[in-house]
């Protein structure tokens, strides 16, 4: 954890201390403690809170949503953090597992471009409009492009994960610099996926956001977290903020509750949504462990973190219309790796109008870049400014390429760097998304070295992003349940 | 519930999960997922309703019992044998 200590309070983060005890009202036990507010944290809160178990979530930030999360800037400004998009999947997500109000609230982007030396233009990021691109743009034969597809689609789970992502697109596309950087580009930026990860984890992703598009919510994140806010508390999960959890209580291998702001609030079983290996190796420790567990954990590769810039447009100033979502990029070749460079040439443009709002008439956009922790970790505090007024000024001479008078019009710019992320969520590194592939096997295993212990949350690729997160929070919720009602039984079966 | 009940069960579940689906004609020993949209979280879904709604637990080793709605009624006949339909999207 870093050495700064944690006190939110909006301009103030980290400057002043809470005075009251957040805890104040929790009971001393409770069926299950969910620990961390992300979109997989908030969805398994809310399907075990509705089959009746007593939950508490407990979220050491004052907002709910982890990654998922927005703040406001004086002048009217609100910036979205990861609502740039998600696979339609996320409607039946929401539908089935919140509500239908906030499912009927997702709708499809309008726009989507790529701008680079090797290509340019508008797509419906679709399957269908991907086959049409690399056949008539990019000369391939339509047989190859549909095999492609279908041996992505076709890849589950249990397939073999030493099949990279790099071996799949030169298997289909040789030599194809310019095809591999379509195809892996937008998907290195959300989630991390790179030419050495499995061609599974790659495959699972790129087929659920070519099944229909890219999608985002009307209102903002504000709206969504508030709305479930709401749902939770139909469904009796009690939350609690600014609750920083410091460690998960384990007797007799068994876990028995989580001790915060010293007090030890009793569960039958705990759910961790922190980062996989600061759940295991930090909050409870690696002594709970048996050594090769310990070494597989330590063994697990975090994914790469972010930079953003945030440009809030000036109250009565508009952004014409250029697109919802602009990959862009100077460099010539792609090349994975490169992509996190510090200072590097390639990012998005996330243009947010006012149907992101409706109601409002502001405009913002943000600048997103994949980036690496060691980067900026230990820079002194003068550098660490230096290097983000440069991160600033390199984005906007880039985004006048689209928008010229951007400067005038901009009447807030901030940055955020692996710090930031690293500082808010407590992923270890400021990894935005969870950890690489072998993640997937100790988060899902949890329960088997720890009784009444669970993980979710991003991990193994697969589980990260709006979609995977919350996706893996239903598929924790039924191992929960599950173990929560046995409990019950033998308890009930002890007592008679 | 008798074998027609438990097929009833399974569809009920079916069609608060797929709300959009028609349900009436499906076949009993064709896999689900071929006749209708049904992907993994959706399994899990049926799944988590059995042991809701009946008490019945399906460990994740047997979901390969439940791809058609024959294999359901085989692999669930004994475990809902004393067990009453409950409905809450189908009207019968
Ligand atoms: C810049 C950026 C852009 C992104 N863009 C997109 C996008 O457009 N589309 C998309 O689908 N995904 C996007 N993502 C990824 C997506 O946001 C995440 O994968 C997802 O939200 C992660 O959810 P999670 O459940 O793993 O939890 P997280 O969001 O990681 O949340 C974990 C929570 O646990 C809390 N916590 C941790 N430790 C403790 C403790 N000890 N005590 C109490 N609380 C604790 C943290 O404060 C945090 O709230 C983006 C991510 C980033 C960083």
């Known amino acids: 954890m870093s050495e700064q200590r944690r006190y939110f309070r909006g301009s103030t983060d980290g400057k002043k201390p809470r005075c009251t005890d957040p805890l104040a009202q929790a009971r001393g036990e409770y069926d299950l403690v969910v620990i961390g507010s992300g979109l997989a944290g908030l969805t398994a809160a809310n399907v075990l809170g509705s089959m009746g178990h007593r939950v508490a979530l407990l979220e050491q930030h004052y907002n709910f949503g982890g990654m998922a999360t927005w703040f406001k800037r004086r002048g009217g400004h609100v910036f979205d953090i990861s609502l740039h998009g998600f696979p339609v999947g996320m409607v039946k997500t929401c539908r089935r597992y919140w509500s239908s109000e906030i499912a009927s609230r997702i709708v499809r982007l309008d726009g989507i471009r790529f701008d680079n030396p090797q290509f340019t233009f508008d797509t419906t990021f679709t399957r269908e409009d991907f086959t049409e691109k690399l056949v008539t743009q990019f000369g391939v034969a339509r047989s190859t492009v549909e095999a492609f597809f279908d041996y992505l689609r076709g890849l589950n789970y249990y397939d073999d994960p030493r099949d990279t992502v790099g071996d799949c697109f030169e298997r289909f596309f040789p030599g194809r610099n310019d095809i591999h950087r379509l195809l892996l580009e937008p998907i290195a930026y959300a989630n991390g996926s790179t030419m050495e990860d499995p061609a599974i984890a790659y495959g699972i992703v790129f087929s659920n956001f070519m099944s229909k598009g890219v999608y985002t919510f009307t209102g903002g994140t504000d709206w969504l977290i508030g709305k479930m806010k709401e749902e939770l508390r139909k469904n009796g999960v009690e939350l609690f903020n600014n609750v920083q959890v410091e460690r998960i209580t384990v007797e007799h291998g068994r876990a028995t509750g989580v001790i915060a702001h010293g007090r030890h609030l009793r569960a039958r079983a705990v759910l961790s949504n922190a980062n996989i290996r600061r759940t295991i190796l930090e909050l409870v420790g690696p002594e709970h462990f048996g050594a090769e567990f310990v070494r597989e954990v330590e063994a697990v590769r975090l994914n790469n973190s972010s930079t953003q810039v945030y440009i809030g447009i000036r109250e009565g100033c508009a952004v014409p219309w250029i697109t919802d979502l602009l990959f862009t990029s100077r460099r010539e070749r792609f090349d994975s790796s490169a992509l996190c460079d510090f200072h590097g040439q390639s990012r998005t443009f996330s243009f947010y109008y006012p149907k992101v709002r409706p109601g409002s008439a502001r405009h913002a956009i943000v600048s997103s870049t994949n980036a690496n922790w060691k980067d900026w970790a230990s820079l002194d505090a003068a550098s660490y400014e230096r290097e983000k007024a440069r991160l600033i000024e390199a984005t906007l001479v880039e985004l006048e390429r689209y928008v010229p008078n951007v400067r005038s019009m901009a009447d807030h710019v901030e940055a955020a760097t692996p710090r930031t992320f690293e500082f808010y969520t407590q992923h270890v590194q400021g990894a935005s998304f969870g950890t690489k592939w072998e993640g997937l096997r100790p988060s899902m295993e949890l329960a088997s070295h720890i009784e009444g212990l669970f993980h979710s949350g991003s991990v193994g690729i697969i589980m990260s992003g709006w979609l995977g997160a919350a996706n893996y929070g239903v598929i924790t919720s039924n191992k929960v349940d599950l173990f929560l009602r046995e409990a019950a039984r033998a308890a009930a079966g002890g007592r008679a | ?92």
């Open chain 2, 1 to 92: 519930m008798n074998r027609e009940e438990i097929v009833i069960a399974i569809k009920d579940i079916i069609s608060t999960i797929a709300p959009d689906e028609e349900l009436g004609s499906l076949a009993l020993d064709v896999r689900l997922r071929d006749q209708i949209e049904l992907d993994s979280m959706d399994f899990l879904d049926i799944v988590m309703e059995l042991r809701k709604r009946y008490g019945v637990q399906v460990p994740e080793e047997d979901y390969m019992q439940l791809a058609t709605l024959q294999g359901c009624v085989e692999y669930l006949g004994p475990k809902l044998e004393s067990k009453s339909l409950v409905l809450t999207a189908l009207k019968v």
